[in-house]
């Protein structure tokens, strides 16, 4: 096609915790790349992921959630998100159709109706209502603010999701590719799999534990038909660090076992998995403790 009619840039999802920012971002690119939780707050890194297409080139930029900080780390999160949404072209703000529009919605888009990105509103979760139910909630979110479009879609069962990539790049500006065509992630491997570790180590746990969990990946040694990773899961105490080995080490081993089907599916090739659980008293309050783990 013609090179003037090229569009590509960047685009973000925002939204309260669980509106389904990260699986709609690993729907459209067709692999796994933000880490999915049921559990509010997991994404800590920005992670891109490319979608490339005859006619344009749409960075996703996946952001943590915006929340009410209590620790240093909070305050550098809520940084990061604010720095990310002034640098992209195009916000979609998710809004989940199965629950009432909410004043955590309203602070969102309240604060990026000041940003020169397009905004449109994604209605997320389209599967688990009625028609009727979806036609009140488009209503009652168009009325939130000046949206450039408003899509309904379903990420889970891959609803609408060109319709809303057709409409996202059509805001993108004009411009040549900014990622050579093989390229889906610029996030290193390591972050990567420290990610897969991490969301592995989050299923199951109880409350008080998601924010406590970090994982390092140390090493990755590549052999002739084998991968090597030597990863550390930090948490913040001695009865944490218990939670997460179980009895007998039975949750570690599961950990392991899960974490390791990711990171092969990842790198394409087999992988021994070696983890270890530390303890790095009020990691989330120390300057030089987030640094070590990558904040």
Known sequence: MADDQFRAGFACFVGRPNAGKSTLTNAIIGQKIAITSNKPQTTRHVIRAV???????????DTPGLHRPKTLLGERLNDLVRTTW?????IGLCIPADEPVGKGDKFI???IAELKAKVVAVVTKTDLVSKQAL???LLAVSQLGDFADVVPVSAVAGKQLDVLVDVM???LPK?????????LTDEPEHVLIAEMIREAALEGVRDELPHSIAVLVEEILPEDRLTRVFADIYVERPSQKAIVIGAGGSRLKNIGATARVEIEDLIGTKVYLDLHVRVAKEWQRDPKLLRRLGF
């Open 51 to 61: 979608l490339h297409r005859p006619d344009s080139q749409l960075v996703l930029v």
């Open 86 to 90: 002034s640098e992209v072209d195009v």
């Open 109 to 111: 888009a309240t604060e």
């Open 175 to 183: 411009s040549p590719r900014l990622y050579p065509d093989d390229m």
């Open 169 to 171: 790049v059509g805001h």
């Open 135 to 137: 036609a009140e909630q």
